[in-house]
């Protein structure tokens, strides 16, 4: 998911008795699957803690540009360029409008964006894992996109409506986005050695890494229920995590690639696959700034952002100007 | 008819690529959408324009053999469209320049006796013509911004002046494909340029350069050093796993 470890009030969830009246009539629409609108009354909680989930989740959109954008000026064919430039400028545009959508809580996009160049707002891990050979760019868009649509299909039935919202439209461009890397990976599975190389070799990296996006297990998460209570949160971390898992291996065994996870079983009676976790201090290390990319990741946005500063400020001044002129 | 091919889809393919360096590092979110637009049209023209090109040549090349299985030498693109992106004014002003000149040719172009080639500036001149619309806005508002924007813009213009004499300069081919009925001397597009030019730097409150010195030799595969490295890039996987398909 994009958005792995939303703090949120930090208090246990409030039952109703505990509740003012204002709260359980919010607390009613809420568990009538009423959508909340960006001018309906809303508890301070639900407003921060949607401010925090939707803007780490457009930092994901934005910092996400990097890791592909590593392999745009190598890809290896004109058609395969133009797909991952499409792909990359989509997650520009999800940026966009999950910005937008924040902003409908009273946030500016310039206060979110310069959280998140001092490091103190949070994008999701993945990112901060490297891209090494092309077939991560197959491996990317099938395992990563693949993993965030499991969570974003589920945030469409979000209880805010300008986030659930946003989530109609992003969800329809991301299958498209996981259908194209799993494209990639079919084409690097019918290839030569060094092709199915590749493509073993990008999977090998990615799966504990994209385990990691659904956030920590059920029991650790410390935030969740009062977002699942608001639903602003609507599946549990490792319901997802399973979902992704059940839907995965199959994927993995057509490609007829070996499973990262040796231990990877599928129970017949439930259907379900049993897995390995990953590796959750080395998640909590990146989530701290420990990952191989945070550094880089950071000095890229940071850098991308000073020196377009007189690129803006330039087109503030002239508008101001025609703004005068005008009067 | 083959080099004139390449040299409209070399020069699409350089600068496609040169856009597209920017992926995730322009300097706000609008700007990596619209650039990676322009970055795709440039493509899809490439595409069409070398794909025609090993059509006309008869080896079995596709537009992908043609990008990524020549040296530089066989490029044929004008030298403008390799300069490197260096800061974002300079990226923008070639793009201005770039796009003056392009928009012009294609619409001269869309005059051609050959279908195949008049199909093709049909459909590329409308992007071109937006290219054109969005790079015009931004040469105006930057020059007519704050000091340091405008002065970025006038550094940015007088470095690339020096290229922009390439994009008029008849050759035989050029006398040829004239002759041919397939492409218009690219000399015809000067004064309309230059019009069109002292407009927009006008508005722009910039400064058009003096001289007419022009460097030359990107449209008979005498390159800068930079399309070297820029190949380097662009064609590692296919050079270095030449059996592979992607």
Sequence with gaps: MYAQTVQSTGRKVKSLEEMSDQERAFQARIDAGEKIEPKDWMPDGYRKTLVRQISQHAHSEVVGQLPEGNWITRAPTLERKAILLAKVQDEAGHGLYLYSAAETLGVSRADLIDDLLAGRAKYSSIFNYPTLNWADMGAVGWLVDGAAIINQVALQRTSYGPYSRAMVRICKEESFHARQGFDIMMKMVAGTAAQKAMAQDALNRLWWPALMMFGPPDKDSVHSAQSMAWKIKVMTNDEGRQKFVDQTIPQIEYLGLDVPDKAARKNPKTGHYSFVDPDWDEFFAVLKGYGPCNADRMLARNKAHDDGAWFREGLLAYAEKQTIAAE | ?246
């Design chain 2, 1 to 246: 008819m083959y080099e004139f091919l390449l040299r409209m889809g070399d020069n699409t393919l350089v600068l496609g690529h040169r856009v597209s360096e920017w992926c995730g590092h322009s300097p706000v979110l609008e700007e990596d959408i619209a650039l990676a637009n322009i970055s795709l049209d440039l493509i899809g023209q490439t595409r069409l324009w070398l794909g025609l090109a090993g059509e006309v040549e008869g080896q079995g090349r596709d537009a992908d053999a043609l990008a990524y299985r020549r040296d530089a030498w066989d490029f044929r693109n004008l030298l403008i469209v390799e300069r490197p992106n260096r800061d974002y004014g300079h990226t923008l002003m070639r793009q201005f320049l770039f796009d003056l000149w392009h928009h012009e040719r294609l619409a001269d172009i869309c005059l051609s006796e050959d279908d195949r080639v008049l199909g093709i500036a049909a459909k590329c001149v409308k992007e071109a013509s937006y290219h054109l619309e969005r790079s015009t806005d931004l040469i105006v508002r930057l020059g007519g911004g704050t000091a340091e924007s405008h002065s970025r813009m006038q550094t940015a213009v007088e470095a690339l002046w020096p290229y922009v004499g390439e994009m008029f300069t008849d050759d035989a081919l050029d006398i040829e494909m004239d002759k041919a009925g397939i492409a218009p001397l690219p000399s015809n597009q000067r004064p309309r340029f230059d019009e069109a030019l002292n407009i927009t730097l006008s508005r722009a409150s910039l400064t058009r350069p003096a001289g007419d010195f022009a460097q030359k030799g990107g449209r008979s595969g005498v390159h800068t050093e930079d399309l070297g490295h820029m190949l380097a890039t662009m064609q590692f996987l296919p050079r270095a796993y030449p059996d592979a398909r992607w």
